[in-house]
């Protein structure tokens, strides 16, 4: 590097300008050495070197040829102690050398090879279908998202070195796969483009979920799920569905801080305070979903956001279009047919045509294998049951949901509600005990 | 998704079993290779052995929260031996860590078949409560 660059001072948005650049950084290393494991190795060794750095000398003049320079120096190193490893091994014959150059030559060459498409690439290449969704998470936001493999870790509650295991064996699942560092043909990017939405939804409902009582210490994944989402659509404008996952990120994510209460305990839609709704992030949400709609194809993440968006915009619980959610949601059934949607559309049809219709819906599902004995139902049924007044009922469905929820908060939620309705029904003294009647 | 496996073997006063060395030493390889290749595939969140059940005390809180502490179990307790917790993208992968244990080699390098008891984690998300 340059001696005696100038540099300004670290500040909150440094943090956020090293992450961005991460994913560029990546895509000019991992095309100038062909080998996308070792360069995104050597990109987080930069990474790290950065926050160690520029927290006290400050962010240099140019942060992207720092990162860049001290990536290949890492690469160069690498390739260096390959070489010395494999002659004293063998004798190296040309043709297995990879490059090497003196990196101050590299440098300006490499700046020229920058590609917008970089991150886009990096993506697709994160999001491969030969990865489990937990290692395509997680190389995810290491490689395109620029975190560090302790934060990851830190977010996912499980030890440095396991998360380090998991994102070496993706790279190899991807070294593996053969894939080249390029961007995947139009057809092939329709095709794969819904893995990597859902990955990127799966970051932001992790997120969503674990800012539950969270400490300020973990990562907040539901923005980063949101910047990378950001990324994504500045890198493809057109796509609707891209679009409209932004969207139901924001729109969700604006009812974030009423959605739990001091304890940390789950409030539900209904008996949020409203008034703590982020507005800006549902007129965002909102106007991105109006363009996205716009556009004529509408998909799963649309129709999401549009059922989000309609209880954003009622003032008041009771103010809630639901005519409209249950269309909304006999889209959703036809576009994207899945037992969790079937159950949500049984509510939206208790909301308008009553909650025994609501009930009948739920029966149909007893048969389907996907969703019998599954405890959701059982957490639907109850909440129907109390609608329709009957609460001994309701407190039976609630407390079966209650056993089998993996969730610590919903059990907590699920436990309350049915003790909430036995405090305020319970039956007379006298009936209480079957054996004494 | 997160899981985890309980080896539930240790008998009270049984004491550390009596297996010819060479026995001992495979089943303490098996148990390290185990934890190696779970640490390797990204799964391993923790794994612990426990002491023996002569070190353990029952506790409860007497007058005023004072601990009452108790160490005489009746012979046919049953105590956990050693647990792991994995973080895996399906119950059958936890099922399967189990199985592997589960046959870990006893006397005669046989295969002990212990019954090990795996339990999910309350750590899923929950949903959008409506």
Known sequence: ?437 | MKYILMMNTMRAGAGVPAWPKADLQAHIAFMLNLNRDLRDSGELVQAEGLSFPDQARQVRAGKDGVPITDGVFPESKEFLAGFWIVDVDSPDRAYAIAARISAAPGPGGAPLNMPIEVRPIMSAPPPEML
């Open chain 1, 1 to 437: 590097m340059t001696e005696a660059a100038s540099t300004s001072p670290w500040d909150p948005a440094s943090e956020h300008l090293l992450r961005e650049l991460a994913p560029q950084v990546l895509g000019v290393i991992a095309r100038r050495f062909r080998d996308f494991p070792s360069a995104e190795d050597a990109v987080q060794e930069a990474l790290l070197a950065a926050f160690r750095q520029w927290p006290r000398e400050g962010v240099p003049e140019n942060p992207r040829g720092w990162l860049i320079h001290v990536a290949s120096r890492r690469m160069t190193d690498m390739v260096r102690s390959e070489i010395a490893r494999r002659d004293r091994e063998t004798v190296a014959t040309p043709e297995d050398e990879p490059a090497v150059e003196p990196v101050d030559k590299m440098e300006a060459e490499i700046e020229a090879e920058m590609d917008p498409e970089d991150t886009l690439i990096l993506l697709f290449m994160c999001c491969h279908p030969a990865l489990s969704p937990s290692s395509a998470i997680a190389l995810t936001l290491r490689a395109v998202g620029g975190l560090t493999t302790a934060e990851i870790a830190n977010a996912f509650l499980v030890p440095e070195a396991t998360m380090a295991q998991r994102i070496s064996r993706a790279k190899q699942s991807i070294r593996a796969s053969g894939v080249p560092f390029r961007a995947p043909a139009p057809q092939e990017r329709g095709e794969r483009l819904p893995a990597v939405l859902r990955v990127l939804y799966l970051i932001f409902s992790e997120g969503y979920a674990s800012s539950i009582g969270a400490t300020l210490q973990r990562l907040d994944l539901a923005r980063e799920a949101i910047r990378l989402t950001r990324s994504t659509r500045a890198l493809l404008p057109q796509d609707a569905e891209v679009a409209g996952l932004l969207a139901l990120m924001l729109l969700t994510d604006a009812r974030r801080r009423a959605r739990t209460g001091s304890d940390g305990e789950l409030i539900p839609l209904d008996q949020q305070d409203r008034s703590l709704w982020d507005q800006a992030e549902i007129a965002e949400g909102t106007a991105l979903l109006t363009l996205a709609l716009s556009k004529g194809t509408v998909g799963l993440y649309q129709l999401q956001a549009a059922i989000a968006a309609v209880h954003d915009e009622a003032a008041r619980p009771e103010d809630t279009d639901w005519p409209q959610i249950l269309a909304l949601y006999e889209l959703l059934l036809r576009v994207a047919p899945g037992p969790m949607v079937t159950l949500n559309h049984a509510i939206a049809v208790a909301m308008v045509h009553g909650p025994a219709s609501g009930l009948d819906r739920l029966q149909a599902l007893d048969g389907d294998e996907r969703l019998s004995g599954h405890y959701r139902l059982s957490a639907v049924r109850a909440h129907l049951f109390e609608m329709l007044g009957d609460f001994q009922q309701a407190i039976h469905h609630y407390r079966t949901a209650a056993a089998g929820t993996t969730s610590l908060p919903e059990q907590n939620y699920l436990i309350a509600q049915a003790a909430r309705l036995d405090d305020a029904h319970k039956e007379p003294p006298n009936r209480q005990a079957p054996s004494e009647s």
